[in-house]
């Protein structure tokens, strides 16, 4: 297991981190579908994870509608792990309630949720606390201001955001830097070998401000785990089963696991092991959230970091992986003077 600084910080994470979205997610609404493990099983995975090397933790006040940050805490506690043997992180923005004002970004409810997460995991801080999305209700300035306060009373340690696009990344950022501000360390953002929207503004903007980067849905919904006929992926087991997302371009993905079978049968491995070493091979990715629901499937994600992509192998998956040409990215290849 690698580690990495969560991008411009000095705070080290694990090259996987282990996202809580199936914990607690209940007998019914939409959590079900996604994973409804307890505690002992979760104590487990945890366990599972640190003897890997994994000292990450991501989960969101949203997950099991507050059950994955209850679950998540004890577990810590179970185990007896240090403090500072794990970073834990978490999220803030989505509905905890029916009132007006127990949902978003605004510094009402950011004040009012950090408290109850914390009180949820049985912590006395947070190390990294991400905006889960964006509130175009409430001014980025309020927003960020918010999140200060929490780092300057000791509340959190980072701030990070999370599904947002790179002009109000930026935006934000600008903000911090001219009022003195925390700002956002990391993104946390969708990204697989068969989506790879990412690339076009978000990786030059985290490149450029020096952002970390934490991969969700690194499988897409499982879809490149290699099992599904894609096409009549929705009518079998498993989360797609129940819950068809991230959307994903059907043909695309097709492609990309008819690309990835040879390279996984000629290393003794598996699909899923592929697109995850794939994405641990992207030089703007920090950190991959993987999720399971058993033993054996947390195993195989963690075999990932031990599988090398040679050139010619890397070659071929980009090859066939590969987004169509938009505009203006066609034209400043174009017209680039430093690449002719």
Not at 253 to 275: E, F, L, N, T
């Amino acid at each position: 297991m690698r580690y990495k600084p969560l991008g411009r910080t000095g705070l080290h994470v694990s090259e996987l981190c282990l996202g809580t979205m199936t914990f607690g997610g209940g007998s019914e609404g939409m959590w079900a579908p996604i994973g409804n493990l307890q505690q002992g099983d979760v104590d487990q995975l945890l366990r599972q994870s640190l003897d890997a090397g994994i000292n990450f933790v991501d989960t969101a006040n949203v997950y099991g509608e507050g059950r994955s940050e209850q679950i998540t805490g004890r577990a810590i506690r179970n185990l007896g792990i240090a403090r500072d043997e794990i970073v834990v992180a978490t999220k803030v923005m989505g509905r905890m309630g029916k009132g007006p004002n127990q949902v978003g970004l605004s510094r009402y409810h950011i004040m009012e949720a950090v408290k109850a997460s914390l009180t949820r995991l049985g912590l006395d801080h947070i190390d990294l606390y991400q905006v889960h999305g964006f509130d175009a209700t409430t001014p980025i300035e309020e927003t960020i201001e918010a999140l200060d306060t929490l780092v300057r009373h000791g509340h959190v340690r980072y701030v990070g955001v999370s599904n947002w696009a790179a002009w109000q990344i930026v935006k934000a950022l600008g903000i911090s830097e001219r009022r003195g501000l925390a700002g956002f360390a990391s993104l946390q953002a969708y990204y697989s070998i068969a989506g790879r929207d990412l690339e076009r503004e978000l990786v030059p903007m985290m490149r450029s401000e020096g952002l970390g980067l934490m991969v969700w849905s690194p499988l897409a919904g499982g879809l490149l785990s290699g099992k599904f006929d894609i096409g009549n992926e929705t009518s079998g087991e498993g989360r797609r089963a129940a819950f068809d997302f991230p959307p994903v371009d059907r043909g695309r993905a097709r492609g990309v696991i008819d690309a990835m079978r040879p390279i996984a049968a000629a290393k003794g491995v598996s699909v899923a092991q592929i697109a995850l070493a794939w994405l641990l091979h992207q030089p703007a990715v920090t950190s991959v959230i993987v999720g399971a629901r058993r033993a054996d499937q947390l195993a195989d994600n963690i075999a990932s970091t031990e599988v090398v992509l040679n050139a010619e192998e890397l070659a071929a998956l980009d090859a066939a992986s590969a987004m169509p040409a938009e505009y203006p990215g066609w034209m400043f290849d174009r017209q680039s003077i430093r690449s002719r």
